[in-house]
């Protein structure tokens, strides 16, 4: 064995006979790395990992290269740092005082794992077990999913046989993380659930805040503040906190989420930074829930294949069926994202299951997001959802638009939506470009035809907008489109009706035709028939 470091509780970082079983042939040779790169503790408290392939022998620098080609991260580098790696203590002031209660309930921690690298496999657990106080750990499983790597088999078993508390479900044929999962759960026992990806790591003091959260409430599905990992050289990146706390929210037509920041509504409703925040959807990499609550909310949809909508239909059914989904600021993991290769399969799958999703829980709406009606791919038996939706007598999806996240945007569903035609030359509209082809974000007159960039959208933020580009005002006399901002400004609109057309109203100016009928311009407002626009309106705002 040979000594490579020591983590922050002094443990010294051996590598022993169990752990060099785990070495694959794609892993580093770690004693000539160390000396070449000359490493100290690398990785320590989240740092980065900076590898100078010029300096590596050949057969080494080729063996980093591929790891990242083969796995879409550095498994070569993750062999570098400690399983037990120190992480930086980032909670909010006033946390550490906040959960102290001894009597929380026991939690599962479910991992489904396929063909994970080791060392990242193992990080996880060990940030588990390092930073969560013992009597709060019942169990952690490992759900392996018929993974073909040979040393996620026996070597495996015999290193986590250290652990008294950690498991192994092998799958006989590959599930999926979706039904993984559930089989993960059906074989834990405690009050409390936690589903984690097997590329996280855990900062100390993660998991009290969680199962407090639900001790105090069994119909709140609670996640923590989620980092970043960065998946080339293992860096811990911290993410917002406070007033820049990452939101989940929906996205149509696919029903993935994105980051929002916290809505103004919502920072009036807390009267401290560590106060739980409500989310309008979840990242499906960390999840704490009741295990009653879970099985009242009829778990996932079985239905649902490998991966993908499981956590907007957890979303979704919690908020609308009585429950809630809250972030619980001082609870923290990092995440390891990384890119998915893209297959037909895959597509097909996401898109299979996106329409389960759509037909049990969106009602009218979900015209609006993909394969709804089954045309790109069968999304078989609903019945049971259906079912199950009646009998917890959820509400209609109107509730989570007009409670949960009114500001939800919806292409094809904004206040007025849909083509902007000029009253004057009615042949032509609003259309956002190609800025890849025009080498412009210049908002353009265009024939009209009414798809695509010319499919405009009001929101509940008086953004006027396509996709994730809004309206901006900001460029006088210019009529530009910007990525979307979310902080009002320049692309705050007002739609002024006269009669059947509308103005576009913004700071005091208004989208015109120049008067050579050429070009778009901005310019003070007047009740000329070139300022003037027909657009749709399709409802009434969902917030006065």
């Known amino acids: 064995m040979y000594k490579i470091g020591t983590n922050r509780?002094?443990?010294?970082?051996?590598?022993?006979?169990?752990?060099?079983?785990?070495?694959?042939?794609?892993?580093?040779?770690?004693?000539?790395?160390?000396?070449?790169?000359?490493?100290?503790?690398?990785?320590?408290?989240?740092?980065?990992?900076?590898?100078?392939?010029?300096?590596?022998?050949?057969?080494?620098?080729?063996?980093?290269?591929?790891?990242?080609?083969?796995?879409?991260?550095?498994?070569?580098?993750?062999?570098?740092?400690?399983?037990?790696?120190?992480?930086?203590?980032?909670?909010?002031?006033?946390?550490?005082?906040?959960?102290?209660?001894?009597n929380l309930p026991e939690t599962s921690v479910i991992i489904v794992f396929y063909n994970e690298h080791w060392s990242v496999l193992l990080r996880t657990v060990h940030s588990i077990m390092d930073n969560t106080p013992p009597h709060l750990i019942k169990e952690v499983i490992l759900v392996d999913d018929a993974s073909t790597d040979e040393v996620l088999k026996e070597p495996l078993k015999e290193y986590v046989s250290r652990f008294s508390k950690v498991q192994i479900v092998r799958?006989?044929?590959?599930?999926?993380?979706?039904?993984?999962?559930?089989?993960?759960?059906?074989?834990?026992?405690?009050?409390?659930?936690?589903?984690?990806?097997?590329?996280?790591?855990?900062?100390?003091?993660?998991?009290?805040?969680?199962?407090?959260?639900?001790?105090?409430?069994?119909?709140?599905?609670?996640?923590?503040?989620?980092?970043?990992?960065?998946?080339?050289?293992?860096?811990?990146?911290?993410?917002?906190?406070?007033?820049?706390?990452?939101?989940?929210?929906?996205?149509?037509?696919?029903?993935?989420?994105s980051w929002s920041l916290m809505s103004e509504r919502e920072r009036k409703k807390r009267r401290r930074e560590t106060d739980p925040v409500r989310s309008p959807a979840m990242v499906g990499c960390v999840i704490a829930v009741s295990r009653s609550w879970f099985k009242k909310l009829g778990m996932f949809d079985p239905g649902l294949e490998i991966w993908g909508g499981e956590n907007a239909e957890l979303s979704i059914k919690t908020w609308l069926c009585g429950g809630g989904l809250e972030i619980i600021p001082c609870s923290n993991v990092a995440h390891m994202y990384h890119p998915h290769r893209p297959s037909d399969e895959n597509r097909i799958r996401y898109m299979r299951n996106l329409a389960r999703v759509a037909n049990v829980w969106l009602d009218k709406f979900k015209h609006f997001t993909d394969n709804y009606d089954g045309s790109l791919a069968d999304y078989g038996d609903i019945s049971d959802r259906i079912a199950l939706r009646d009998s917890l007598k959820c509400h209609p999806f109107e509730f989570y638009l007009t409670h949960v996240n009114p500001d939800q945007v919806i292409p094809g569903d904004g206040i007025y939506t849909g083509a902007v035609r000029n009253a004057e030359m009615t042949t032509l509209c609003l259309d956002a470009g190609d800025r890849a082809q025009e080498g412009s974000n210049k908002v353009l007159l265009y024939s009209c035809h009414g798809q695509g960039n010319q499919r405009w959208e009001l929101t509940e933020h008086h953004e006027i907008r396509v996709g994730g580009e809004c309206l901006d005002s900001g460029s006088e006399p210019d009529v530009v489109w910007k990525a979307c901002h979310g902080q009002s400004g320049n692309q705050e609109w007002h739609v002024v009706r006269l009669d059947e057309h509308v103005f576009l109203q913004s700071n005091g100016y208004c989208v015109g035709?120049?008067?050579?009928?050429?070009?778009?311009?901005?310019?003070?407002?007047?009740?000329?028939?070139?300022?003037?626009?027909?657009?749709?309106?399709?409802?009434?705002?969902?917030?006065?």
Not at 19 to 43: E, I, Q, W
Not at 209 to 224: F, G, Y
Not at 524 to 538: A, D, P
Request: net charge positive; aromatic share 8%; glycine share 6%.
């Open 9 to 102: 509780n002094g443990l010294s970082r051996e590598l022993t006979d169990p752990l060099l079983r785990l070495h694959s042939p794609g892993d580093p040779n770690v004693k000539l790395v160390f000396t070449v790169m000359k490493l100290m503790n690398p990785g320590v408290n989240g740092t980065a990992v900076i590898l100078d392939l010029k300096k590596l022998p050949k057969e080494e620098a080729e063996k980093l290269q591929r790891s990242f080609e083969e796995r879409e991260y550095s498994s070569y580098t993750s062999s570098l740092i400690p399983l037990q790696r120190s992480l930086p203590d980032v909670r909010l002031q006033g946390c550490h005082t906040l959960y102290s209660d001894p």
């Open 171 to 257: 799958a006989e044929s590959r599930q999926g993380l979706i039904r993984a999962r559930m089989m993960g759960f059906e074989q834990s026992t405690a009050p409390v659930a936690v589903f984690m990806d097997a590329h996280c790591e855990c900062f100390p003091g993660w998991l009290e805040p969680l199962v407090t959260r639900i001790a105090e409430n069994q119909s709140i599905v609670a996640t923590p503040n989620i980092h970043g990992v960065d998946p080339k050289n293992f860096k811990i990146n911290e993410w917002g906190q406070g007033r820049r706390l990452g939101i989940p929210v929906l996205t149509f037509p696919n029903l993935l989420f």
């Open 513 to 544: 035709v120049t008067k050579d009928k050429s070009a778009l311009v901005l310019e003070k407002c007047q009740k000329s028939k070139l300022q003037m626009w027909t657009w749709k309106q399709n409802r009434k705002p969902r917030m006065s």
